[in-house]
């Protein structure tokens, strides 16, 4: 009883998906992932159907263990190697991102879509500045020379909020406070001028009021740089305040999707249902 | 589904049992100690047993045919003869051959110090002597030398690298949980040691001690002078360890529930640096090996008649020797391989426990 | 009252001299009051930097104080020998934050737990270990056969119970929960916070609960605090907390916290030397 996909809520996410084909940024379509064993096959992912549309922001939303962050990380083929996407395919402007060759994938990755980690500790090396790490991806996806880099990167950082940026841009990881690492690593992740913003539990390990921040910042930068983000995250309060469509995802399957205004009025899942109850203040 | 219970240690062993390589070393040094036990029956003569009629004899060819039929392995007699240069030349003679006995008779031997026995893996009646690797220049039957050197070499290798372990475990342990002055103290003492060439140190605490020591006495003397130049390094990489693993929660678990400080080391902490302590053992063991083969080469280790492998490579010392009786030279091919093996088996254990000295968090 | 804290002050120097004396220090707790009476839950909620580890840390004997007292039941312990340390250990214990390092990954979780129990183990046969084992094991809703597996078989949530059952080892009067749900997901969240609940009446205990997160915080304490560099700057119960907070970084902070908005006010809020904290009346205290 608990899995089972209401008729009401099909036809919900027919009409969707029927609508967004058309002008689909992103759609994963079928996605199956399983992890091998020498012992056992267990499935993460259980054909999965998402359709995100440009200049929006999608919401993934599960507990742990839900094949969320194996679904962000697997878009851009990050995922670790005992992991296998087995079925599906993840359509990116048209394209099967699943056919592309390493060095296609390369051009995507930073460039057409932007990953933001859930610990900017780790994800930035500690031994360089952020400002250098920001320049690799300059460096890496535009034909900018190092002046024009320099002078871009201070923008970057204002953009998304950070004073003293020329400071910030000459310091290590390890001397800003969550909050600016955050933001650090979005600036990265936008310095290749992605569509498409993939952020992996971006507020999971930040204070409150630095997270309401960086929510803030979501929503200017869809606004000013035309994004859409697919937020990954099990805190349901947040997408209540930043997201335009909402997928829940159990166990690897989406028990129910749609906008966000409209599930939260009316949550059809028991699941969904369990989710707002632990939100409430 | 598997219902065992593996801790990580166990599942790291899984993984080493994968590796090819490292298990056929395990496999050679395993039978490399078990051939240093059971040296007393293995080889075919004591090894003090000399017969200067077959000086740097070379090693006896085991005939199977006899007359073109398959026959039981036998040898033939040799005869010393001097060529016009005044070389050794050993003429066979076919007319005596000698079958190979197993499980003969042969030199009395005490095994493990306790139980007297006579019995011989393989042997041959009188007069021939079976030389399985040559003889060397006492006629002493080589292969049986090496048995009994293996083990000097390699109980030394085990026992001295257990010992600075201990110390270097000790050590860095306890400057890497308290820090502050006892820290830079017990530092400074791992630089003092570390300071002074390995090599010279060992000369001179050999220099040092007396020249009236009997075998086992030198025996024991230069484990412990081995140990103590050595224990250094290990420890200040602990101590590295400690400092970082005394921060995590599940140390300042054990503090909140009252635990003693040295119970907190021994149990929470050192455990953890088992992992790199293991294989940095096993890499250590040859230098261990090697730093006795070197001591006894030049004559500061076990003496004649007693046989470590070093010093059976005294012998092999001069060139005309070598291109005369290349065989002697076989002892350095033990040596090798021991080296080889622990090296091998020293690095597939760190790539299997590396992932260990990491913490996990799992994707979701 | 179980525990006090009187003007409790602990700083970490920051730059020292090259005779290690310090120029410079972190003021991580400066002057804090506190009082906690038997049953009545404290939340202590404030952000990183605030000092309320350090707080907690400070309450569980793991780090000294600079200066101030710390009274248990009225006596004094804030300087203990390690010997009187370990017997009164005994009342007071923690549940860390991140279930994956506070387990030590190569014990079994009967070990785990057996070893909480070590000073009590010259009163108790082999056979009664293990029945304690089990029961504990059974009030944080854990199966039996999880004592012989190894942490790394079980999930965040899993985990923590674990934890939770090694605290409650000894039967403590108070615990101390240092983010100890902070990461998990949401459900699992509610589903500790309501074995939380469910063991207090059991055991009667006392929780101190420090915690970043307002909404977790909110279900266990009866009474809540704000940290806010070093200072506690309100306490008052929590309804009225919620309902009525007076100083504006409790405002800032549930604005974010419960509307995911920056509040207006985007300046520091900074602390004066000389503020004090002030009784409102109703048990609401104010720094001013």
Known sequence: ?281 | MKNQSLSEFQIALGNFKKNRWALLSVYIIFILYVGAILADFLSPYSYKNEDRKFSYCPPTKIHFLKEGKLSWPFIYGVQLTFDEYHKRVYKINEKENYPLHLFSRGDEYKFLGIIPGRLHLIGTSQPARFYLLGADSRGRDLFSRILYGARVSLSIGLIGVLISFAIGLIVGGMAGYYGGVVDNILMRLCEMFMMIPGFYLLLALRSAVSDKFSSLQVYFAIIIILSFISWASLARIIRGMCLSLKEREYVLAAKAIGLTDFKIIVRHILPHTLSYSIFALMLSVPGYIIGESALSLIGLGIQDPYASWGNLLSDAMSIVRIKFAPWILWPAFFIFLTVVCFNVVGDCLRDCLDPLLKSEKKIS | MLLELKNVKKYFPVRRGFWGESHESVRAVDGVDLTIARGENLGLVGESGSGKTTLGRIILKLLPVDSGDILFEGTDITHLSARQLRRIRKNFQMVFQDPYSSLDPRFTIKNIIQEAMIFDEKGMTRLQQEDRVRELLLAVKLPEDVAGRFPHEFSGGERQRIAIARALARSPKLLILDEAVSSLDVLIQEQITDLFKDLQKKFSLTYFFISHNLRVVKRISAKIAVMYQGKIVEIASTSELFHNPLHRYTQALLTAAMHYKVSTTNQEISLDERSRLIDQGNGHWVRQ
Request: glycine fraction near 8%.
């Open chain 1, 1 to 281: 009883m608990g899995n089972c996909v209401c008729p009401d809520n099909l036809r919900r996410m027919a009409k969707d998906q029927l609508f967004s084909m058309k002008e689909s940024l992103l759609s994963l379509r079928n996605l199956t992932i399983t992890v091998g064993d020498f012992y056992f096959e267990r499935i993460l992912v259980d054909g999965l159907n998402l359709e995100i549309s440009p200049e929006s922001i999608m919401a993934l939303v599960g507990g742990s263990g839900s094949g969320k962050t194996t679904t962000g990380l697997s878009i851009l083929r990050l995922l670790p190697p005992a992991l296998r996407v087995v079925r599906g395919e993840i359509i990116f402007n048209g394209h099967d991102l699943l056919k592309y060759s390493a060095e296609k994938m390369r051009g995507i990755r930073g460039k057409e879509i932007g990953l933001v980690f859930q610990e900017p500790l780790n994800a930035f090396n500690p031994v360089f500045t952020i400002g250098y790490q920001i320049a690799e991806v300059f460096k890496a996806h535009t034909d900018l020379v190092s002046q024009q880099i320099f002078e871009k990167i201070p923008q970057l950082l204002e953009q998304v909020g950070i004073q003293d940026a020329r400071r910030i841009a000459q310091s290590y990881p390890h001397q800003l406070s969550g909050g600016l690492r955050q933001r650090a690593m979005m600036a990265q992740a936008l310095a290749g001028g992605p569509q498409l913003l993939i952020a992996d539990e971006p507020t999971s390990n930040l204070d409150v009021t630095s997270q309401a921040h960086i929510i803030e910042l979501f929503r200017q930068l869809k606004e000013e740089l035309k994004l859409s983000i697919l937020l990954i995250t099990h805190d349901l309060g947040m997408v209540a305040h930043l997201a335009d469509s909402v997928a829940v995802l159990s166990n690897g399957k989406v028990v129910e999707q749609g906008d966000i205004k409209e599930v939260l009025a009316d949550p059809k899942h028991s699941y969904t249902r369990e989710l707002l109850e632990a939100m409430v203040v």
